[in-house]
């Protein structure tokens, strides 16, 4: 009997809307409109890069690479934090250059982190061109996470 009261109900609103106009498809049209003017947000994602591996290296980089390709360079905000030994990644020596290039055209940022430096006496001048740099680079991914940031440690 209970099972005969739902199919009831459901074939009454069915003739409901049928009698008042409303069939199937202007129902979806009504329920779809609202939906079509709502705006794309920006993905937003930071990565955190804090080991000196280069295997660790070649990750987060094909990570960063993959989330832009993936989600489109003009949809998602990507951001690379790095200290302690992961600093040694944005140095001029190091055998990711072109790759860490390579996601900063795609649209990557990069900051690093001022502690880690003056710690491991290394100066701008050792580093990469176009990084950026903050105070605390743990600070930076509380704050990224505070501002809806996904957070990311490969």
Known sequence: MRQFSHYACTLGAALSLLISGLGPASVMAQTSAPAK???????????QVSDGES???ELALNNVKNV??????D???????AYGPGIDMFKFETPVASRIDEVMKLGAHVVICE???????ISKSDML?????V???VS???????QGYAYIRP
């Not at 502690?115 to 006496?121: E, G, S, V």
């Not at 061109?129 to 740099?133: F, S």
Request: aromatic fraction near 6%.
């Open 37 to 47: 003017a709502q705006t794309t947000q920006k993905s937003k994602v930071v990565f």
């Open 68 to 73: 832009i390709k993936d989600l489109g360079k």
């Open 55 to 57: 295997r660790k290296w």
């Open 75 to 81: 949809n998602v905000e990507v951001e690379i934090v």
């Open 140 to 146: 930076q991914l509380i704050k990224r996470q505070q």
């Open 115 to 121: 502690n880690t430096m003056r710690a491991q006496k």
């Open 129 to 133: 061109d176009n990084l950026d740099y």
């Open 135 to 137: 105070e605390a680079g």
